[in-house]
C-alpha cells in the first residue's frame, strides 16, 4: 500500500517570491509521481509527472519537481509565483503507470500575497 | 474538444435516498474513473471501468457501484445515503494503455 503525507496544509507567499511545496512518500514498490493543481469550482489538473529517467521534471506554468528516492520525496517548486497560482495543490502517487488508482495527499493550499 | 463533463454540476438528497450520477469521457478515452474528495481532504479512488468491465474498486462500501455503457459513459449509483457521503465526486477518464489522467470538474453532493 501507498501513502502520500503532505507536510503543509496551508503555505502563504508573496508575489514573485520562490515556493516551495512538500511531499513525501511510502511505498514497497517502484512508484510514479504527480503534481496536480485544482483552481476553486473546478476539478484538477496534471501539472507534471515522474515516471522515469530525470529525475528533475519540468511542467506547466513554470512548475517543476524533483524526485529524490532515497528520502522518498517530490517536492514541488516555482522560482516566482504569481496571484494565478493561487489554488490547491495535490501530491499522488501509483505503484504502475496504468494502474488507475491514484493515492492523493490531503492538499496544500498554496496563497499568493500581493 | 470537449474535456471530461460530469452532471449534475450540484445536487442535495436527504439520508437514505439513492443519487446517480453521470460522467461522459473524453472522446476516445476508454477508460473511466470515480473519486471521491471530502471537503479538506484529497481526492479517493472508488472504481475504474474499461470497455464496461470493473478493473480496480477502492475501499468503499456496497453502497456504491458504478457502470460503463458501449459509448465509454459511466454512471455511479450510491444508495441509502449516509451524511458522510456529502462530497464531490470527480471523474476521469484516459486513454489505455494508460496516458495522462483528465479530471473533469466534479458533482458536488451534499447530503442532509
Known amino acids: 500500500a501507498q501513502s502520500v503525507t503532505q507536510l503543509d496544509s496551508q503555505v502563504p507567499v508573496f508575489e514573485e517570491a520562490p515556493v516551495e511545496l512538500r511531499c513525501n512518500y511510502s511505498?514497497?514498490?517502484?512508484?510514479?509521481l504527480f503534481w496536480y493543481v485544482q483552481y476553486p469550482n473546478q476539478g484538477l489538473q496534471l501539472l507534471l509527472k515522474?515516471?522515469?529517467?530525470?529525475?528533475l521534471v519540468k511542467g506547466i506554468n513554470g512548475f517543476e519537481a524533483e524526485f529524490n528516492k532515497s528520502q522518498t520525496s517530490f517536492h514541488l517548486r516555482k522560482p516566482s509565483v504569481h496571484i494565478s497560482d493561487t489554488a490547491e495543490y495535490f501530491c499522488?502517487?501509483?505503484?504502475?503507470?496504468?494502474?488507475?488508482?491514484?493515492?492523493f495527499g490531503t492538499g496544500t493550499r498554496l496563497t499568493i500575497i500581493p | 474538444d470537449a474535456g471530461v463533463t460530469q452532471s449534475p454540476t450540484h445536487l442535495i438528497k436527504t439520508r437514505g435516498q439513492q443519487v446517480t450520477l453521470r460522467c461522459s469521457p473524453i472522446?476516445?478515452?476508454?477508460?473511466v474513473s470515480w473519486y471521491q474528495q471530502v471537503l479538506g481532504q484529497g481526492p479517493q479512488f472508488i472504481f475504474q471501468y474499461y470497455e464496461k468491465e470493473e478493473r480496480g474498486r477502492g475501499n468503499f462500501p456496497d453502497r456504491f457501484s458504478a457502470r460503463q455503457f458501449p459509448n465509454y459513459s459511466s454512471e455511479l449509483n450510491v444508495n441509502a445515503l449516509l451524511l458522510g457521503d456529502s462530497a464531490l465526486y470527480l471523474c476521469?477518464?484516459?486513454?489505455?494503455?494508460?496516458?495522462?489522467?483528465?479530471f473533469g470538474e466534479g458533482s458536488r453532493l451534499t447530503v442532509l
Open positions: 515522474y515516471l522515469s529517467g530525470s529525475t
Open positions: 472522446s476516445g478515452h476508454k477508460s
Open positions: 511505498s514497497s514498490v517502484s512508484v510514479y
Open positions: 499522488a502517487v501509483s505503484d504502475t503507470f496504468g494502474n488507475e488508482k491514484l493515492t
Open positions: 476521469a477518464s484516459r486513454t489505455y494503455p494508460p496516458g495522462e489522467l483528465f
